[in-house]
């Protein structure tokens, strides 16, 4: 079927894409131990090359993957889940919506093509069943509450002590009892709840991400001597953690990026900019000096 240049250039492009992913899904199908998740990509697989061999009819050509994003995505499959692989694959996928419109004209199964490309492949990645996915909650827990806590503290300390190896201290003191408390209490927690979830396997998350966030808000105060240099570098890994996990959870659940991000990074700045308020008022009307 002959097409005019510009758009066989969008279909071609298209192509590219499908072949793609059908690598991406074949290897990942064959690294997968769990039967379930297996039969969906292979199933993901075959309705790519599908697609593939579709546009290639308008095109007369044969395209090679990009062998970069398909270690990109395997890599990122393994490190950080399949589920969120698959779904920043899938949300980042541009697949020439220009010219499937204009092809809709020319051939009408262009139209169940890209139906199916919306809606076949997200149900079969709702389908898609990760247990880290599972103790999502329990790592939000853990993170949530230790950067509102700790860049709170870590603020009023800096106010209220003024020397960086103390205030690290203290905020490691602060922060591994609270992770213990925390983990604590999501053992009890889900233990009550019974939705599932391994209660010790959810303590664990929370307790981890707890400890993470410790040891990485008290790092500048061990390496810089300035306490508001280290409180300023402190707040930007809080951001920095903010973003990256918010994100990780958004992809990964379909939820939106920018609210949750909002919302926390307002949370922890404002119970920051509070406790520093506080630890200037401790350290001027209580007269104490470290």
């Known amino acids: 079927m002959e097409i005019d240049p510009y ?70 499959a393994r490190i950080l889940g399949l589920s969120f692989s698959l779904k920043l694959m899938e949300k980042g996928e541009d697949l020439a919506q220009a010219a499937y419109v204009r092809l809709k004209a020319i051939d009408p199964h262009v139209e169940a093509v890209v139906r199916e490309e919306e809606q076949h492949e997200e149900r079969l990645l709702a389908m898609v069943d990760e247990e880290r996915l599972k103790y999502t909650g329990s790592m939000v827990l853990g ?41 604590a209490s999501e053992y009890l927690s889900t233990k009550e ?47 920095m953690i903010i973003l990256i996990f918010n994100y990780y959870i958004a992809v990964a659940k379909g939820l939106s990026f920018k609210k949750r991000f909002a919302e926390m990074f307002l949370i922890s700045l404002g119970v920051a900019v509070l406790n520093f308020f506080v630890g200037f008022l401790a350290r001027t009307y209580l007269g104490v000096e470290v």
Request: with cysteine.
């Open 7 to 76: 758009l066989k250039n969008e279909v071609l492009r298209a192509q590219c894409n499908e072949i793609t992913e059908h690598e991406i899904y074949k290897r990942l199908s064959l690294a997968m131990p769990d039967e379930n998740n297996r039969k969906i990509l292979e199933k993901m697989a075959e309705d790519e090359l599908r697609h593939y061999h579709f546009w290639k009819r308008f095109t007369g050509e044969d395209v090679r993957p990009r062998r970069l994003t398909i270690f990109l995505y395997v890599f990122l």
């Open 143 to 183: 993170l949530n509450d230790a950067i509102v806590e700790l860049t709170g503290a870590l603020a009023g300390f800096t106010l209220a002590l003024g020397r960086t190896k103390i205030i690290a201290m203290a905020g490691i003191i602060i922060g591994v009892a609270a992770s213990l408390s925390m983990a």
């Open 193 to 239: 709840e019974k939705d599932g979830r391994h209660p010790f396997k959810a303590s664990v998350y929370t307790g981890v991400a707890y400890i993470l966030v410790v040891v990485l808000l008290t790092y500048p105060y061990f390496v810089f001597s300035n306490p508001f240099m280290s409180l300023g570098v402190t707040l930007g890994l809080a951001t």
